[in-house]
């Protein structure tokens, strides 16, 4: 069900509600993505531990990719069969090659806009599978490598499409590879709230957008046309959706006095991102301009000096720290931002 460790995009608030459908077709679906999440979550678990062991270096350092058919099995299946190499010409099949330029985008992003090279930062080769289970309605980060489902065509389209998707789970790996931050609780929701940051932010760069042409949004491009949901996840004060026949009210809150403090969803790691994601937004949108910019400048050294078990205010702490080497103006705003959504 997407609990400790395994990383998936949606979230396992979601995949309860999906599951409790009158519409059988609906529930029995949202069963079979929770089954099939169960089967990663001791891979996953083991290859926290050893980051490093699970990278894959590419031949030559440098970008690298690898994109595999899954043919709608299981993840005992994984990979599956190779279907697209670095330098191969596209497939032909949609999401073969939308999972290539994909992990492509969230490469260069890294790349020129932090000079990272790759999720390890030493050219890891970035593997991808598509036509993972029958219209299963998720993407996957393992660990070492990416997994995407085709979705079920009423509420999911296929996971590949959208690129903050991919930005996101990929991120994943970068959180593992930088802070490791622990899959639970606080920790947890700063690393799913990193894993959004970015994947939002390799969308914008992507397509050269200001903050204030963005959408802010994680996973709209995943909604079926007539699914009548907006997205997954949102950034602004908006709520994603909002009493919707399938998927009940978007539970994020973007204030500390709203925090969930149940023992759901790892306590929390998908609902509680909404807090700092909020503030996050308010931050780039206060400095204008780009949002990997300053900010994405703030946040990704942030990320990368936060130890693995940091709550809320360790966060806020090293954010105003890092902004502070960014300028007065900087350290003001994100400070600001951080008290508004009640710090």
């Known amino acids: 069900m997407c609990r400790n460790p395994l990383h998936c995009i949606v979230p396992p608030y979601i995949l309860d509600q999906l599951a409790k459908s009158d519409d059988p077709e609906v529930r029995n679906l949202a069963v079979d993505t929770i ?54 010409g596209p ?3 949609a999401a073969a090659d939308e999972a290539f330029d994909g992990a492509g985008i969230t490469y260069d992003f890294y790349k020129k806009v932090f000079n990272r090279n790759s999720l390890d930062d030493r050219g890891m080769t970035l593997i991808s599978s598509v036509h993972l289970g029958t219209n299963l309605n998720n993407a996957f980060w393992t660990g070492e490598q990416m997994a995407y489902g085709d979705g079920d065509g009423q509420l999911f389209v296929r996971f590949t499409r959208s690129l903050d998707v991919v930005g996101h789970e990929l991120t994943h790996g970068v ?22 940051v970015f994947g939002a932010l390799v969308k914008q760069w992507h397509l050269g957008q200001a ?10 491009d995943l909604m079926a046309p007539g699914s009548g949901a907006r997205c997954l996840r949102i950034f602004t004060a908006e709520k994603a959706y909002e009493n919707h026949p399938k998927l009940g009210t978007d539970p994020q809150p973007k204030h500390l006095s709203d925090k969930f403090t149940g023992i759901e969803d790892n306590r929390g790691v998908h609902i509680n991102s909404g807090i700092p994601n909020h503030a996050f ?22 990320m990368r000096s936060l130890p693995k078990t ?34």
């Open 35 to 88: 089954a099939k999440s169960a089967a990663a979550r001791a891979t996953r678990r083991a290859l926290a531990t050893m980051p490093a062991m699970a990278a894959i270096p590419s031949p030559a350092g440098n970008k690298d990719r690898l994109v595999y058919d899954a043919e709608h099995r299981g993840f005992g299946s994984l990979p599956g069969k190779l279907v697209r190499r670095e330098n191969d």
């Open 91 to 93: 497939t032909g099949d």
């Open 175 to 196: 959180v593992t590879h930088t802070s490791n931050l622990e899959y639970q609780d606080e920790s947890g929701a700063l690393n799913e709230h990193f894993a959004d």
């Open 211 to 220: 903050v204030d042409q963005a959408d802010w949004t994680i996973g709209a």
């Open 281 to 302: 937004y308010l931050v780039a949108m206060r400095l204008g301009g780009n949002g990997w910019g300053t900010a994405g400048q703030i946040w990704y050294e942030t």
């Open 310 to 343: 940091s709550d809320f205010n360790k966060m806020v702490q090293k954010s105003v720290e890092v902004a502070n080497s960014a300028g007065t103006r900087a350290r003001k705003v994100v400070a600001q931002a951080w008290k508004d959504v009640g710090f």
